[in-house]
């Protein structure tokens, strides 16, 4: 299902856009009060309704907060951020089979932290959005994971038939905290904000065991690393962190030396090459490991076409 976005938060959003866009160097103040403004607010709980998705740790459903009042909630929240006393519940971790037999770790916030952090998403995402490389095709509007595969193939035919099929340990789970914040804070100077952000990414996770106890755990805080995988904020903070990466690996001249040029989507990337592929993932391996990120050297592999093949996005 998919929302109209009302047209006071598209004005707000292609104001901020605008601004990112036609000022790459500009640093945005005043941020906070956009996040908890009543149309902002609104609209994320809409969004975070559309998508349904399970109670928090709280155990605080839809149709509680419905039959509580939405309004009457909303201004509730609206009156924690606004005074500053607002402070995130821990996330809900559940486990989801991958196709491996392996599990991966979601984490699900509670309601609250949901539409606070797609209000924020909703203030922050044009101004990113506007520093997005254009090899980066996860999370964003008009863009899909299609488009990506149609980019692979187009560098496919035109010769760069070397392929360095690359996979990230972890990658949400290994963001670092202070390197992540200083690319956000490249932009954004509201130290509110930024707070707001540091609690989400410190927020203790929260587990159930099989006999039905709980276990908490601030490992993100502990470690200063992770940005949980489901909750609204993770895929723009992502991207934001990859985006060092692709940025990197144009600026440092990579791409043109060795004819080198990155897909990304997600935590899935690809380099295709017209040739010196063992150089180019080489490169991959010392740049990621300055990014504090681990390749997952069992499926990190170069292939070379058309005598083998390689699996990108399914």
């Given at each position: 299902?998919?929302?109209?976005?009302p047209?006071?938060?598209?004005?707000?959003?292609?104001?901020?856009?605008?601004?990112?866009?036609?000022?790459?160097?500009?640093?945005?103040?005043?941020l906070?009060?956009?996040?908890?403004?009543?149309?902002?607010?609104?609209?994320?709980?809409?969004?975070?309704?559309?998508?349904?998705?399970?109670?928090?740790?709280?155990?605080?459903?839809?149709?509680?907060?419905?039959?509580?009042?939405v309004?009457?909630?909303?201004?509730?929240?609206?009156?924690?951020?606004?005074?500053?006393?607002?402070?995130?519940?821990?996330?809900?971790?559940?486990?989801?089979?991958?196709?491996?037999?392996?599990?991966?770790?979601l984490?699900?916030?509670?309601?609250?932290e949901?539409?606070?952090?797609?209000?924020?998403?909703?203030?922050?995402?044009?101004?990113?959005?506007?520093?997005?490389?254009?090899?980066?095709?996860?999370?964003?509007?008009?863009?899909?994971?299609?488009?990506?595969?149609?980019?692979?193939?187009?560098?496919?035919n035109?010769?760069?038939?070397?392929?360095?099929?690359?996979?990230?340990?972890?990658?949400?789970?290994?963001?670092?905290?202070?390197?992540?914040?200083?690319?956000?804070?490249?932009?954004?100077?509201?130290?509110?904000?930024?707070?707001?952000?540091?609690?989400?990414?410190?927020?203790?996770?929260?587990?159930?065991?099989?006999?039905?106890?709980?276990?908490?755990?601030?490992?993100?805080?502990?470690?200063?690393?992770?940005?949980?995988?489901?909750?609204?904020?993770?895929p723009?903070?992502?991207?934001?962190?990859?985006?060092?990466?692709?940025?990197?690996?144009?600026?440092?001249?990579?791409?043109?030396?060795?004819?080198a040029?990155?897909?990304?989507?997600a935590?899935?990337?690809?380099?295709?090459?017209?040739?010196?592929?063992?150089?180019?993932l080489?490169?991959?391996?010392?740049?990621?490991?300055?990014?504090?990120?681990?390749?997952?050297?069992?499926?990190?592999?170069v292939?070379?076409?058309?005598?083998?093949?390689?699996?990108?996005?399914?």
């Amino acid at each position: 299902m998919s929302l109209t976005t009302p047209p006071s938060v598209q004005k707000l959003q292609k104001a901020l856009h605008d601004k990112a866009k036609g000022s790459p160097n500009f640093r945005f103040y005043a941020l906070y009060d956009k996040v908890y403004r009543e149309d902002v607010m609104a609209f994320a709980y809409e969004c975070c309704k559309a998508n349904r998705g399970a109670a928090g740790v709280d155990g605080q459903t839809f149709e509680d907060i419905e039959e509580y009042g939405v309004k009457k909630w909303l201004d509730e929240l609206t009156q924690e951020l606004k005074s500053r006393t607002y402070r995130p519940q821990p996330v809900r971790r559940v486990y989801i089979p991958k196709p491996d037999g392996k599990q991966r770790p979601l984490g699900v916030p509670a309601i609250r932290e949901r539409v606070a952090q797609t209000a924020a998403v909703l203030v922050l995402e044009p101004i990113f959005e506007a520093d997005l490389q254009p090899e980066q095709y996860a999370y964003r509007a008009d863009r899909s994971a299609l488009d990506a595969v149609r980019h692979v193939h187009k560098l496919l035919n035109t010769g760069h038939g070397q392929i360095v099929d690359a996979d990230l340990s972890g990658y949400f789970d290994s963001i670092p905290h202070s390197d992540l914040l200083k690319s956000v804070a490249r932009r954004i100077v509201d130290g509110a904000m930024l707070h707001l952000i540091k609690m989400w990414l410190e927020a203790p996770v929260e587990e159930t065991d099989e006999k039905g106890n709980k276990h908490r755990s601030t490992r993100n805080r502990d470690e200063g690393q992770g940005t949980p995988q489901g909750a609204p904020i993770s895929p723009l903070l992502s991207n934001l962190y990859m985006r060092r990466f692709v940025l990197g690996w144009k600026k440092l001249g990579h791409e043109k030396r060795l004819s080198a040029h990155i897909v990304n989507y997600a935590d899935d990337l690809v380099i295709c090459c017209r040739g010196q592929a063992e150089e180019a993932l080489a490169v991959m391996r010392d740049i990621m490991t300055k990014l504090k990120l681990t390749v997952n050297e069992t499926k990190t592999r170069v292939c070379k076409l058309p005598e083998e093949k390689f699996d990108f996005l399914g």
